[in-house]
């Protein structure tokens, strides 16, 4: 395992999307390129085989709550590559709808997020993985819950204010 980290163009996205259940069914050129897999490898793999270690579980929890809802959400996330390297990515995750309004897959647009966002997401995911560890993902979401209390704001707000 190699461990070194990954960067891509400011104007570049990747982009893939899944099935209901996570399942990847498309990705983007940056997309495989980014991953270190080949397409086939990826198509119809769980999109968390490039689920980094060092990602809070509470993240992936608000994520899958949200887009099941029918709703969008923005995160940063922490991806490892087939060989072991890794990317940080701003997550833009939307359910899409078929012609009867129910949710038929789901789409996620990322691009390289900013230098000052990471100076704050990477201190904050390392506190929630220790929570994590020591408490479970409750514990987890209770940190992270009083964290935006303490900040007056919600999820959402947080997010988009870095």
């Not at 929570?131 to 209770?142: M, P, Q, R, V, W």
């Amino acid at each position: 395992m190699s461990n070194q980290e990954l960067s891509f163009g400011d104007e570049e996205f990747i982009v893939s999307k899944t099935d209901l259940s996570g399942k990847i069914t498309y990705g983007n050129a940056l997309f495989i390129k980014m991953s270190g897999y080949e397409e086939k490898e990826l198509l119809h793999q769980p999109h968390n085989i490039l689920r980094h270690e060092e990602m809070p579980a509470i993240v992936f929890k608000l994520l899958w709550s949200r887009i099941k809802e029918g709703k969008e959400i923005f995160a940063y996330v922490k991806n490892k590559t087939k060989n072991g390297d890794f990317y940080w990515v701003f997550a833009h995750v939307t359910p899409s709808f078929d012609t009867n309004r129910k949710i038929s897959n789901y789409h996620s647009v990322r691009r390289k997020p900013t230098q000052n966002a990471l100076n704050i997401i990477k201190p904050l995911y390392t506190a929630l993985l220790q929570k994590e560890k020591n408490g479970g993902i409750a514990a987890s979401e209770a940190a992270l819950n009083q964290i935006l209390k303490d900040k007056g704001m919600s999820y959402d707000e947080f997010i988009l204010s870095i």
